[in-house]
C-alpha cells in the first residue's frame, strides 16, 4: 500500500507561483510512476504533468508546459509541482498519484494506482 498526502495550495494572483508537496510513503514506491493531476469544478480530473520516481520519461500536459516542473527529492520520499505563471484557468484540486505497473508513463486517470486527497489551488485574475 501507499499512501500519499499533498499540501501546499492556496490562493494566489495571476502570475505568481506555488510550489506543490506530495509526501509518499509505503513499501516499493521507488520503482512507479508519480504523477499529478487537476479536477476544476463541472470538469473531468486532468492530467498535468508525470515522471518516473527514478527520473526520465517526464511528460506535461500542453496547457502547462513550460510553467510547470515536476520534480522529487529521494530523501524527503516527496514529489513536488513548481507551479510558475499561473492562470485563472489553473484554478483546479490538485491530485498527487502513483502508477505502480512499470514501462509507461501514463496521462490517463484509471491507470493510476494510488491517490492522494488534493489539494486546492486558486488563482485570481
Known amino acids: 500500500q501507499v499512501q500519499l498526502v499533498e499540501s501546499g495550495g492556496g490562493l494566489v494572483q495571476a502570475g505568481g507561483s506555488l510550489t506543490l508537496s506530495c509526501a509518499v510513503s509505503?513499501?516499493?514506491?521507488?520503482?512507479?510512476?508519480m504523477g499529478w493531476f487537476r479536477q476544476a469544478p463541472g470538469k473531468e480530473r486532468e492530467f498535468v504533468a508525470a515522471s518516473r520516481w527514478t527520473g526520465g520519461s517526464t511528460k506535461y500536459a500542453d496547457s502547462v508546459k513550460g510553467r510547470f516542473t515536476i520534480s522529487r527529492d529521494n530523501a524527503k520520499n516527496t514529489v513536488y509541482l513548481q507551479m510558475n505563471s499561473l492562470k485563472p484557468e489553473d484554478t483546479a484540486v490538485y491530485y498527487c498519484?502513483?502508477?505502480?505497473?512499470?514501462?509507461?508513463?501514463?496521462?490517463?486517470?484509471?491507470?493510476?494506482?494510488?491517490w492522494g486527497q488534493g489539494t486546492q489551488v486558486t488563482v485570481s485574475s
Open positions: 498519484a502513483a502508477d505502480r505497473t512499470e514501462g509507461r508513463t501514463s496521462q490517463s486517470v484509471r491507470e493510476y494506482d494510488y
Open positions: 509505503g513499501r516499493t514506491f521507488r520503482s512507479y510512476v
